[in-house]
């Protein structure tokens, strides 16, 4: 049998310089998949700061959902993407406990783009992370994960989420390096349309 490794097909050697690196942050509530995405796509070796759970924090942290979770995220995760010959996408998963969500100020510092993570189970889980992004003005997309909960028409997402028209809404699956690589080609082709949009007039 063949091992895991040598199944695994060869990822092309990274560029050694791209016109755009660009920073995008993944965000969303506790347990959503923030680091399973950063994991599936990264052409690098992620950098992850997951600690396993213990009983101490079962009383701050909200398990409702997630009760079979064993890890987090403390701090965050770090990969990166070569998208094509031009763009290359640092990416930073942020820590989904409420306890850590002052650091999220912090990662959102220099960052052009973000990616909500949300589970449609757990809606609300995500208005936090909304809310921190429009007060930045950093624009946004959201990628619902597929937990095979009950299916939600896309109205249905974006009146819970109250989502703009413009932001957009896509659904996807995590642990797959192609689902999660077209979430972050939305997020790049919705910079590039804010980006070529006329200046609102006076």
């Known amino acids: ?26 965000v969303g509530g506790f347990g959503v998949g923030k680091t399973t ?7 690098i070796r992620p950098l ?25 995220t403390v701090a965050f995760d770090f990969g990166r993407i070569t998208l094509d010959a031009h763009n290359v996408l640092y990416l930073f998963g942020a820590p989904g406990q409420e306890r850590f ?11 052009l783009g973000a990616v909500v993570l949300v589970d449609t189970r757990r809606l609300a889980d995500s208005w936090y992370a909304i809310d921190r992004l429009e007060h930045h003005g950093t624009p946004f997309v959201v990628a619902c994960n597929d937990f095979g909960g009950p299916p939600h028409t896309e109205a ?5 989420l109250d989502l703009p028209p413009e932001v957009p809404l896509i659904r996807c699956d995590a642990r797959s390096r ?3 690589k077209t979430v972050l080609i939305t997020l790049v ?10 200046e609102p007039t006076p």
């Open 189 to 198: 082709e919705h910079l590039a349309r804010l980006q070529k949009a006329p």
């Open 156 to 160: 249905q997402v974006r009146e819970a």
């Open 37 to 43: 995405m950063v994991r599936s796509v990264s052409e």
């Open 178 to 180: 192609a689902s999660s």
């Open 101 to 111: 969500w002052f650091l999220w100020d912090r990662l959102f510092a220099g960052t």
């Open 48 to 72: 992850n700061t997951e600690e396993t759970m213990t009983k101490a924090g079962e009383a701050v942290d909200d398990l409702d959902g997630v009760r079979t979770k064993t890890a987090t």
């Open 1 to 26: 049998m063949a091992s895991e490794t040598s199944e695994r097909p060869a990822r092309p050697a990274l560029a050694g310089t791209a016109d755009n690196g660009l920073k995008i942050v993944v």
